[in-house]
């Protein structure tokens, strides 16, 4: 190369880095784009009076519809609602899911209550934040299939950095009710094995993708780490049949990372299912 | 996981690796440490969202010193730290390089480059790109590139020879 430009060279070169770039682009990778979002803050406790009563009443509808085929209504997931509004540097965007074409009606309006009444609560929070705020929140229908319906909500609140929580709702649209983790297995020893099956998949993928940290090591991190999931753990079935298990943003992860999930293979469960009907 | 998440992973690690080399392009721009960080901090953040859009690519690194450089000249535009150059006052000045700058050093004269030919001169030279990488960069054909890389040369009085501008 051109001396001169050899020179010039040298003193681009040269040009110090700081100490902060490190922490800047750390940071800045993990952050979640700031694009249109989706939310849903329903408590597990919320979930869990949700969950009960739908199992309790679902042998009797499972009975009663057996009786009249073909007679259902499709059951669907159709928008509710939208709420879009933004002021300043605050900002809403909520669309409310509603379930419709069950023969179960308090199945059916009890989903649809709490769906609204998170809305509400989004509204609510949104009202009252100051400074810079987005909430939003969106639905998709992820599986449909095999008479197992899976609808997805995902929540996010920005408030400088972004915090996404994903909840599940997954009906069993023959008999009209509500899948619970719980009522899939035998008994509590599901919540061992599936939580030794994320800690092997974790590891697993940590060492094939350095990109990918889970917080499961120790020695490794300051925090707390992961030991099991809650009994009411978020999860779905796929429209393979298969268990998916879902965390929110931050819980298992770096917020890069953003809200993951864990498909737990068949066979490491295959002895302490019910039955074979929903998970294959 | 996804396809989505492979992407994502490797933008991670792309900027992740080439960090210091995205802060100095992003200072030759605007000469302080606490703006080249604001535009690292921005171009990062911008590259996420394209990232959410973006179908298949070639070059990652050739992607982001994409959103680096126009990131740069939007803030220095915002600042009104630039003046876009056109060809004719180039040859006006390119005629007279030789009579009215002898004495400012080297430096300097790269700093009085127009923008358009100091970006070419920087990827070219100080980050090794290619001439075609670069093209695409700055969303140029080659031809234009080659033309102003020669231009930019002959302003800072280096001798060109073939092998200079060329590969």
Not at chain 1, 187 to 193: F, G, L, N, P, Q
Not at chain 1, 226 to 239: E, R, T, V
Request: glycine residues 4%; negative net charge; aromatic residues 8%.
């Amino acid at each position: 190369m051109n001396k001169k430009l050899h020179e010039l060279r040298e003193e681009y070169k040269n040009i110090p880095i700081p100490v902060e770039l490190d922490k800047l682009v750390t940071e800045a990778l993990h952050e979640k784009p700031k694009k249109k979002r989706f939310v849903w803050p329903m408590t597990s406790v919320a979930a869990a009076t949700v969950f009960v009563a739908s199992v309790n009443l679902s042998p009797a509808a499972a009975d009663t519809l057996s009786k009249i085929p073909g007679v259902k209504e499709l059951v669907e997931v159709v928008t509710f609602e939208e709420v879009h509004d933004g002021k300043g540097t605050t900002k809403i965007d909520v669309a409310t899911p509603k379930v419709s074409g069950l023969e179960n009606q308090t199945l059916e309006n009890n989903i649809n209550a709490d769906y609204q009444a998170t809305t509400e609560k989004l509204y609510q929070e949104y009202k009252q934040q100051k400074g810079h705020f987005a909430v939003a929140s969106d639905y998709k229908t992820i599986t449909d299939h095999h008479g197992i319906l899976s609808i997805e909500q995902t929540i996010l609140h920005v408030q400088a950095s972004g915090y996404e929580q994903k909840r599940y709702v997954t009906l069993d649209t023959k008999n009209e009710a509500l899948i619970t983790l719980p009522s899939l297995f035998k008994d509590t020893s599901y919540i061992e094995v599936i939580s030794e099956e994320i800690i092997r998949q974790m590891h697993a993928q940590m060492k094939a993708d350095d990109n990918k940290i889970y917080f499961v090591n120790p020695e490794q991190e300051p925090v707390d780490v992961f030991k099991s999931i809650h009994k009411n753990q978020q999860f779905y079935i796929n429209d393979k049949g298969k268990l998916v298990i879902s965390f929110d943003e931050y819980d298992v992860a770096p917020g890069y990372m953003g809200a993951v999930q864990f498909v737990i293979p068949t066979k490491v469960i295959q002895s302490i299912l019910v039955g074979d009907r929903y998970i294959r | 996981m996804t396809k989505r998440h492979d992407i994502r992973a490797q933008f991670v690690a792309c900027v992740t690796d080439y960090k210091d080399d995205f802060y100095r392009l992003a200072y030759s721009y605007v000469k302080n440490q606490q703006d080249a960080l604001d535009i690292v901090q921005d171009a990062i953040q911008k590259g996420l969202q394209a990232l959410e859009r973006l179908e298949k690519m070639d070059s990652m690194k050739s992607w982001f010193y994409k959103i680096v450089v126009r990131t740069a000249i939007d803030f220095l535009r915002k600042h009104k730290r630039v003046t876009v150059m056109d060809d004719d006052t180039l040859d006006y000045l390119q005629s007279g390089a030789e009579d009215h700058y002898e004495d400012i050093d080297l430096h300097e004269a790269l700093e009085r480059l127009p923008i358009e030919y100091r970006t070419i001169i920087v990827l070219r030279y100080f980050e090794d790109l290619k001439i075609d990488a670069i093209a695409e960069i700055v969303d140029e054909n080659v031809n234009t590139v080659k033309t102003r890389l020669y231009r930019g040369l002959k302003l800072l009085r280096i001798e060109i020879t073939e092998g200079t501008v060329h590969e």
